[in-house]
Each structure stands twice: as C-alpha cells, then as structure tokens.
C-alpha cells in the first residue's frame, strides 16, 4: 500500500538516520524541504524530496497538501494515562488557595489515585484509559511512554502494567511502558521506607519481570517522596532487569538527584522545574536528555523549566506532557510545544527538536520515530493550510492538524 503527499509547503524535521537526539544551538535547525513530496509505503517512510523530483508511478491513495505543512507526529516520552477516574476536587481545592504539596500531606494526590486504582478492575481502567489515548492519537501524538505509579501495591502495579501492554496490543501507536512502583510512599509505609522499597525490589520487580511488563523504571526522586539514595536503590534494581532509568527530579527541590541519575545512565531526567548550575555541569557530556514538562507548570503554578539556561549550555532539552490526573490532565503535545515558544521562550525550532527527535530518544526509539528519514515509521501530521509552521505555536488555542497518519495509516 503506497501513499503520496504531494505539493506540501514545508516538510519539517529532515533528518539523516544517524541523528538520535539535537543539543545546544543545534536545536535551532530544524532541515526542512519547501514544496515537497512524501511517500508512504505501508507502515514506513520510502521516500521524499523536492515536487520537482516527485514520482510519477501508481500508487494507491493521492493527498494534495496545498498550503500545509508536514512534521513528524509528536513523540510524548513521559504520560501517567493509565489511571482510574479523576482528581477535579483537588483541582479545585487548589484554586480555593491549598498547593499541589498541602494536597498530598493530607493524603490527597498520587496516595487519591492509588486507592482508585485498586478498586477497579483491570478491564475498567483499560476502558478508560484507552480513551486518554485515542484522544492524544487524535492530536498527533505518534508515539508515547505510560507509566504505573498509582497502584503502589504489587497487585495494583501489575493491574496497570498489563494494562499499559494491552494499550500496546491493541493500537497500532509506539508504547513504551515504565514501572513507577517508587512513585509515592503508602500510607502503611509512611515510616518503614525500607520496607516499601524492598516489596519493589523483591515483590514487584520480579514479577514484572516475569511477565515482561516494562521497558524503563523511574522513582519520584524528591523531597517528601524518594530520596536520593533511596532513588539509586531503585535505579540499581532496575538495572538488574534490564531496566534503564528514567527520572522525576528536580519538580520542587534541587536535592543533587540529577547527577545520581547520570551516574547511573539514567535516559532521562524529567520535570527539572529548579535547576542549579551543578544540575548542568552533572548532565554535560552524559547521554541523560533533560525531558521539560511545561504543562504541568501552567497547570499547578509552578516555574517552567530553564529551557534557555540547559539548551544555552550545549544540552538536548526534550518536551512531553506528563499527562496525568493531579498534575496536568491534558496529553495535548501541541499546547506543550506552544507553551515551551510563550513561556519558556523556546524557538518553534526548538520546540518541535524537543517534541519530535528527542522525545523520541528519550523514550529509545529514535532509530525508529521522531523525524522524517526514509525507514522510518510513517508517522506524520499534516497540519491545516497555515501561513508557516510558526503557526503551530502561534495560533495556541486552534486545532491546526488536518490528518495524523501513525504507522502509515489515518487516525481518526
Ligand atoms: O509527574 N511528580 C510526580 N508525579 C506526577 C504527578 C503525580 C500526581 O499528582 O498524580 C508528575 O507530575
Ligand atoms: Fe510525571
């Protein structure tokens, strides 16, 4: 089944296959061919290149993209939509004054959703969760990590990680799937920390393993959730099974967790709301990518992300949403990349590096997804007609995709 797009006005993000991830001033560059052509070969990119040299040959579906531009479809390395009902009551507790913090202490937060978590069946919560993701699809997401992390318990892990599996059996989008057992401390082990991160170790870990239920491992490495050291426990376990590291850090407080985590070859550190400057020195020359979560930011309040003090220093800077139930209940890639241009003055360049190929790599699978190179998956977005790409985080608040194509078909 072959697919050609021709006429485009701008085909984005052209990268040779070589290329795993874009840092420091190199993120400005964003390769682009002007009226283009792109084919499709059944779920792959097989070619494309200037009108000029278009392909006369048959092929089975014909798409004139007239004044539109095409990119790679969003890579999001970083979602919790694996979750069972909602928090809108802590939403708006927190617009009548209490912060995300006065929220947990009281047993609100991610403690709220575990308790929902564990109270629903397997095949509820892959009913609703399944909605999250053909919703982000929809938005031109391509290509998504999910996490567990509201289950905190063995059987409540495993429920999530199975249903994060099932997600990937049954979508034709990219999955890779992190077990965030390190996540919070139950109430039961409030004052056994100890004990809680040996049912991770002993309990969980091996099961998971068992049944191949995870790619990555991740632990909240902050202050009232996992230490520092508590954090290189988890990351050393993970190891064990094969499990790359991939880091919450940095959200509230600095506490040094990111250079643990290099040390550690973790793929990547994310949040990264407060960073110091041995924050930077600990990730230069590491192959760790810093992951920005700029809606989360918007929608608890708290800072954004430095982008111009990491990418000024050399370093890759990757966005994604953090889609979740507490603090940012939107998997939209596209207001991700519009905020990162407003509010943390990236360049639409930059944004887009950030949202595509090292998104990609910060999920490992940037031989695959996150930019246009022949072989590649055929995920595309073909946005509406639009003056530039610029429009895309210019016109923050309008739907400017027209199709969303993830392995070579059309989402709905
Ligand atoms: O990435 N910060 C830790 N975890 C999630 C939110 C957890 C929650 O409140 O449900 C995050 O923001
Ligand atoms: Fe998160």
């Known amino acids: 089944m072959k697919t050609l797009i021709i006429n485009i006005q701008e085909l984005l993000q ?25 084919l499709i070969e059944d779920d792959c990119i097989l070619d494309f ?75 509820e919560l892959f009913q609703q969760s399944k909605v999250r993701l053909e919703e982000i699809m929809s938005q031109g997401t391509g290509a998504v990590e999910i996490k567990s992390g509201y289950g905190l318990t063995v059987e409540g892990e ?21 077990f ?38 991740d632990a909240f490495c902050e202050t009232g959730y996992f230490s520092v050291q508590e954090t290189e426990q988890i990351m050393e376990a993970g190891k064990k099974y094969g499990l790359q590291a991939k880091i919450h850090v ?11 985590c290099v040390k550690h070859n973790a793929l990547s550190v994310d949040h990264l709301e407060v960073v110091t400057d041995e924050d930077i020195e600990a990730l230069k020359n590491s192959d760790t990518m810093p992951v920005a979560l700029p809606s989360c930011s918007y929608f608890i309040s ?15 800077l990757a966005l994604a949403t953090d889609f ?20 943390m003055k990236m360049t639409p360049e930059e944004a887009i590096n950030a949202a595509t190929i090292n998104g990609a790599y910060a999920m490992g699978i940037a031989k695959t997804h996150g930019s246009i190179t022949k072989g ?14 610029y429009q895309l985080p210019y016109a923050f608040g309008s739907n400017l995709i027209d199709t969303v194509f993830i392995e070579g078909k059309i989402v709905q």
Not at 59 to 83: E, F, Q, R
Not at 162 to 173: C, F, G, H, S, T
Not at 255 to 260: E, M, R, S
């Open 14 to 38: 052209i990268r040779d296959a070589s290329i795993q991830k874009v840092s420091g001033s190199d993120m400005k560059q964003l390769p682009s061919i002007k009226n283009a052509y792109l």
């Open 49 to 123: 290149g200037s009108m000029e040299n278009c392909p006369k040959n048959d092929v089975d579906v014909n798409i004139d993209a007239t004044g539109k531009v095409v990119l790679p479809a969003w890579c999001d390395s970083h979602t919790h939509i694996v979750y069972a009902g909602n928090r809108i009551l802590e939403f708006v507790d927190r617009i009548n004054g209490l912060t995300y913090e006065e929220i947990a202490n009281r047993g609100g937060g991610i403690l709220n959703s575990a308790k929902k978590i564990n109270a629903i069946s397997e095949e």
């Open 158 to 178: 495993i429920k999530m990680l199975r249903v994060i599996k099932k997600l990937a059996q049954n979508y034709p989008i990219k999955i890779k799937s992190t």
């Open 180 to 217: 965030l057992g390190a996540h919070a401390f139950p109430i039961d082990y409030k004052e056994n920390h100890s004990g809680y991160i040996d049912l991770i170790i002993n309990e969980m870990l091996p099961k998971i393993a068992q049944e191949d239920l995870a790619d990555y491992i």
């Open 250 to 260: 940095n959200q509230f407080n600095a506490i040094n967790g990111i250079k643990a």
């Open 302 to 316: 708290i800072p954004y992300t430095p982008a111009r003090k990491i990418i000024d220093a050399g370093l890759p």
């Open 324 to 343: 979740n139930p507490g603090t940012t209940p939107s998997g939209n890639m596209n207001f991700v990349v519009a905020t990162a241009c407003i509010k």
């Open 376 to 389: 590649k998956k055929a995920n595309i977005i073909i946005s509406k007609e639009v003056t530039s790409f």
